[in-house]
């Protein structure tokens, strides 16, 4: 039990259809986070939401939307994809109000698109 | 903005012998702090180690530990007695204690695969 879970773990769609990513704390944590974890290159953050608020937008296309629904869960909405955007997704959560509390990550959901 | 370098794509070591990975970093801010995180073949990033910036003393977890030299902007993970579990990615990560920074951002490393014989 990692106490973040994504699902799913696996994920293959084409570029016109609508999919959703899932993240699921159990930690308490008031913030959380998408990660887009990419071969050779570093972690990318794409969103942050803080007491469901969102925070931070790194420049990610519309075609990838995030929602909170409450501090427990986050989604990521993808729609009309392209084949580079295949990658690894990562979900985190943290302790927003401590500086030094670090995250905790899901295993991930691999994306392929097709 | 910051930057986390780390510059050995792969490393090597025997089973309980030790590996030193290296990480540097590139900012202009005196307070933040520094972590190395471990991604298995499950994909967990499961976290290592972390250490404060205003603190001298090396951070230390059992078999792990690291160098941070604050004014080279280095920060290396030591693992001893290595083991076959510790075969995995390692990230280095770098967050700013600026109260201006909202929320955890972390800036990753790209990663060193570490491989450990038998």
């Known amino acids: 039990e990692t106490g973040v879970t994504q699902t799913p773990r696996h994920l293959v769609m084409g570029m016109t259809n609508k999919k959703s990513l899932k993240c699921e704390q159990h930690l308490g944590h008031n913030a959380m986070y998408w990660y887009k974890q990419s071969a050779k290159k570093p972690l990318e953050l794409m969103f942050v939401?803080?007491?469901?608020?969102?925070?931070e937008n790194n420049s990610v296309p519309s075609r990838f939307s995030p929602e909170c629904p409450n501090s427990s869960h986050l989604f990521l909405h993808l729609h009309t994809l392209q084949p580079e955007d295949s990658a690894l997704y990562l979900c985190?959560?943290?302790?927003?109000?401590?500086?030094?509390?670090?995250?905790?990550f899901g295993n991930g959901t691999r994306l392929t698109v097709t | 903005a910051q930057t986390v370098t780390q510059s050995q794509p792969e490393m090597s070591v025997q089973e309980a012998e030790t590996v030193t990975l290296s990480c540097t970093y590139d900012?202009?801010?005196?307070?933040?702090?520094l972590f190395w995180y471990k991604q298995p073949p499950s994909r967990q990033m499961i976290l290592v180690i972390r250490?404060?910036?205003?603190?001298?003393q090396n951070a230390t977890e059992n078999r792990f530990s690291v160098n941070f030299q604050k004014a080279a902007k280095s920060f290396s993970l030591k693992i001893s007695d290595s083991q076959l579990g510790d075969a995995a990615m390692y990230f280095c990560?770098?967050?700013?204690?600026?109260?201006?920074?909202?929320?955890?951002?972390?800036?990753f490393g790209a990663g060193t695969i570490l491989r450990v014989k038998s």
């Open positions: 900012t202009s801010e005196s307070d933040y702090y």
């Open positions: 250490q404060e910036a205003y603190k001298q």
């Open positions: 939401y803080s007491l469901e608020e969102r925070v």
């Open positions: 990560a770098y967050r700013s204690a600026s109260l201006r920074e909202y929320g955890n951002k972390l800036v």
């Open positions: 985190a959560s943290s302790q927003d109000s401590g500086q030094n509390s670090p995250l905790h």
